[in-house]
């Protein structure tokens, strides 16, 4: 499930969701989060934190899911400069990320991000773990 955003006035925004279809559903969890990674004041992760926290981390267990966003902000003031903001927040004991780069020789990079909650009590302790970068490049124009 996929939802994209994107106007002359705001930011270029996509958000991809996983998990438990129930939980997301319900949640609206793609269309919250890109709604939420409108506002500027928030950084992607914290974006989708939020929303997370709100609404599926609410939900009976099983409720694990993930989100991978990205955030493209064109800087009116500076023109062909561009923010890349780029998230994955999870909610389960680990998420799976792999990625390539078009027509590069370098080998595709895979990597697991890991709750780092302590087990209490025999069940898992639930929180939402995040993984970000942000970079400004020059677009091509």
């Known amino acids: 499930m996929s939802v994209a955003v994107r106007s002359v006035y705001r930011p270029a925004v996509a958000c991809?969701?996983?998990?438990v279809g129930e939980v997301i559903i319900r949640a609206c969890l793609a269309k919250e989060c890109c709604q939420r990674m409108l506002n500027l004041d928030l950084h992607v992760d914290e974006a989708c934190s939020?929303?997370?926290?709100?609404?599926?981390?609410?939900?009976?267990?099983?409720n694990d899911c993930g989100v991978l966003a990205v955030r493209v902000t064109f800087n009116p003031a500076a023109p062909g400069l561009v923010s890349i903001e780029c998230?994955?927040?999870?909610?389960?004991?680990?998420?799976g990320l792999a990625w390539s780069a078009l027509h590069s020789i370098a080998a595709p990079q895979c990597q697991i991000l890991r709750q780092s909650n302590a087990i209490t009590l025999g069940k898992q302790a639930q929180s939402v773990a995040t993984g970000c970068f942000h970079q400004w490049l020059h677009s091509a124009t």
């Open 50 to 62: 939020q929303v997370m926290q709100e609404s599926t981390m609410q939900e009976a267990q099983p």
């Open 87 to 95: 998230s994955a927040v999870h909610c389960s004991r680990s998420m």
């Open 16 to 19: 991809s969701v996983s998990g």
